[in-house]
C-alpha cells in the first residue's frame, strides 16, 4: 500500500518508554500521573501506550476525546481538565473525576449526577498565580462547604496549574502552598482529599529540586510523555525521546531559483511585507504542507533544510545541499503547538508506528 501523504507517524512505543519513565521517576516521591492527551485529539492508540507506560488515569480537556477514548474501549479512570455548565450531562455520564472552579458548574453537576442516579467526582483547582483557573485560597473554605453540602458531589481533591497563561514557574513556595491547603481543608472539614494535583509538564525542575514534595501526589502530564520535555525551558528530560511524532510531506517542486523575488513587493497572502536574503540562485524546494496544515514555526527540519518561509498551502525550502526531487518524502519535527495543529488537520493522516526506529 502506499503511504499517504502528508502525514503525521506516531511511535507508541516511544510514547509508552516515555510514559514509563515518567512514571516511574515521579513514583520515587509517590507522585502518580494523568496522562493529557489533549494535544493529540484522545487517540485511543495512544491512550493505551500512556497506560502501558504505567500512567493512572487519562486526562482530556474536552469531554469529545473522553468519549471517544471510552467508546474505543480504553479503559481507565477518565479525567475532565476543563469543565462547562452546559455539558454538565455528558461530563457525568463520561468523565470519572472532573475539575472545577465554579459553584454554579458543581452545582449542575451534582443536578445532573442525581437525575443519572450517580455521584460523581471533582477535584477543585486553586488560584496559585498564574491567573487561569483557580479558586482564590482565601475563598477556598467557603467553597469547600458549600460543595459539601451538595447531595451527589464527591471532593476527591485539590489541584492548581502554574505556567499557562501567565507563565508562573511552579516552586516551593506556590507547591508549598498548595500543600498546606490540602491540610486545612482536611482539617477544618475531617476530610480526606486522596488526590492532590501539583501541575503539568512544568513541574520538572520543581520537582527534580525540591527536597520535599509536600502532599503533592499527583500530576497532568502531556507534552513530556508526548514531546519529552519540560516545560519551563523547553529542555529535553533525560532519557526520554523528543521524536514520537514525525511529520512526513511531499516535494512538489524543485528547481533553481534566484532567492530574491523579482518585481515591486507588496504584500504577501498574508499581508505581511516579506523581506528576503540574497543567496544567489539556489534550489529551492516546495513541499506540499502549510499553514492550514501546521504553523510552520513549529517545524523543525531534521535534514539541514532550511525552512525559507510558507504560505496556505506551500513550504519553501532552501534545498541547496540536497538531492531531493519531485515525489521525495521530506521529514520534520514537531513543538507542541504544530503537534496540536497536525493531529487536528483533516488533511494529515496518521500512521503508527508500532516497533522501535
Ligand atoms: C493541558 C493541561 C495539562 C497538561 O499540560 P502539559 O504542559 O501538556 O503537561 C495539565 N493540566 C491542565 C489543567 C491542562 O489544561
Redesign the pocket.
Known amino acids: 500500500m502506499k503511504s499517504l501523504l502528508p502525514r503525521i507517524e506516531i511511535s507508541l512505543p516511544k510514547i509508552r518508554h516515555n510514559a514509563r519513565v515518567l512514571s516511574t521517576l515521579y513514583r520515587k516521591k509517590g507522585i502518580s500521573l494523568?496522562g493529557?492527551t489533549?494535544?493529540i485529539l484522545g487517540e485511543p492508540l495512544i491512550a493505551r501506550a500512556m497506560i502501558g507506560g504505567g500512567v493512572k488515569f487519562i486526562?482530556d480537556?474536552r469531554i469529545e476525546n473522553i468519549l471517544k477514548m471510552k467508546a474505543a474501549g480504553v479503559s481507565t479512570s477518565f479525567v475532565l481538565?476543563?469543565t462547562a455548565f452546559s455539558q454538565a450531562e455528558s461530563v457525568v455520564l463520561g468523565a470519572d473525576i472532573s475539575?472545577n472552579t465554579e459553584l454554579e458548574t458543581i452545582l449542575e453537576l451534582s443536578h445532573q449526577a442525581k437525575l443519572l442516579q450517580k455521584v460523581h467526582r471533582i477535584i477543585i483547582?486553586a488560584e496559585l498565580g498564574d491567573r487561569r483557573?483557580g479558586v482564590m485560597p482565601c475563598d477556598f473554605p467557603a467553597f469547600i462547604a458549600s460543595v459539601l453540602s451538595l447531595p451527589c458531589i464527591d471532593i476527591v481533591g485539590i489541584g492548581c496549574?502554574l505556567?499557562?497563561y501567565g507563565g508562573i514557574e511552579p516552586d516551593n513556595n506556590n507547591m508549598g502552598q498548595l500543600s498546606i491547603l490540602a491540610n486545612t481543608i482536611e482539617e477544618k472539614f475531617s476530610l480526606k482529599l486522596p488526590i492532590v494535583s501539583g501541575?503539568?509538564?512544568?513541574n520538572y525542575r520543581w520537582y527534580q529540586r525540591t527536597l520535599d514534595s509536600g502532599r503533592i501526589n499527583n500530576l497532568?502530564?502531556?507534552?513530556?510523555i508526548?514531546l519529552g520535555r519540560e516545560?519551563v525551558n523547553g529542555e529535553v528530560i533525560v532519557g526520554l525521546h523528543t521524536d514520537a511524532f514525525r511529520l512526513i510531506a511531499e516535494v512538489i517542486e524543485s528547481k533553481d531559483k534566484s532567492s530574491l523575488p523579482s518585481g515591486t513587493i507588496g504584500r504577501d497572502a498574508f499581508g505581511n511585507v516579506p523581506s528576503f536574503l540574497d543567496r544567489g540562485v539556489h534550489r529551492r524546494v516546495i513541499v506540499a504542507l502549510g499553514r492550514q496544515d501546521v504553523p510552520v514555526s513549529g517545524l523543525k527540519s531534521g535534514e539541514c533544510l532550511e525552512i525559507l518561509g510558507s504560505s496556505s498551502d506551500h513550504l519553501v525550502l532552501d534545498g541547496e545541499n540536497t538531492t531531493l526531487s519531485v515525489g521525495k518524502e521530506v521529514s520534520f519535527g514537531l513543538d507542541?503547538k504544530a503537534l496540536l495543529s497536525a493531529m487536528t488537520s483533516p488533511f494529515i493522516a496518521k500512521s503508527y508506528v508500532s516497533q522501535y526506529s
Not at 220 to 224: A, H, T
Open positions: 494523568m493529557v489533549k494535544a486526562a480537556s481538565l476543563r475539575l483547582m483557573e496549574n505556567a499557562c501541575g503539568n509538564s512544568a497532568r502530564l502531556g507534552e513530556s508526548l516545560t507542541y
